[in-house]
């Protein structure tokens, strides 16, 4: 398991590339440093590079299983809203995983509007893991008959993939 104070260290590191490595590392902490670890990726959804926010909300949201308003909080805002598609991307992932819904419904914008197909993907999974809605159910349905991207179409017209951890047993 991830030596968590080490991780926090590097995440501080000069080299984008080793602080995204640590990002992600940090989300397969025990469950006794998980609070730690949730503290130093909070940090790092704050960096300038996007592989390092990426991976700090993919972290964040399979460490916060157990919490999903804690995902909520951390990922629903401003992440969604950031101008670059990577960042976008990672922080529906993570709230995926954390299976946490966002309040305002701004998911479902970003599948009706975002202009990355990879970004209207994970957003047409997210909702589909959360028990949509009869507006987010309307959305999909016309996301599967319109959407110009065949993976998107795919997405939003059956079930989201299962997390790594539903498969394995």
Known sequence: FPDVPTLGRLLRDADARV??????SLGFAVPERAAEAEQ????ALRDREAPV???AAVSFGRLTRARPENAAKALCGALLRDGRASVREQALR?????????????PA?????????RVRRAAAELLLRSSPQ???????????????HAAVAEACAGTARPDR???EA
């Open 109 to 117: 914008q970003l599948l009706a509007t975002d202009p990355r197909a």
């Open 94 to 106: 993570g709230l995926g995983l954390a299976h946490a819904r966002c309040e305002g419904g701004y």
């Open 53 to 55: 926010v990426g991976n």
């Open 134 to 148: 009869p507006a987010e159910r309307r959305l999909l349905w016309r996301c599967q008959e319109s959407d110009t």
């Open 40 to 43: 130093a990726l909070a940090i």
């Open 165 to 167: 951890f539903e498969t």
């Open 19 to 24: 602080r995204a490595n640590a990002a992600w």
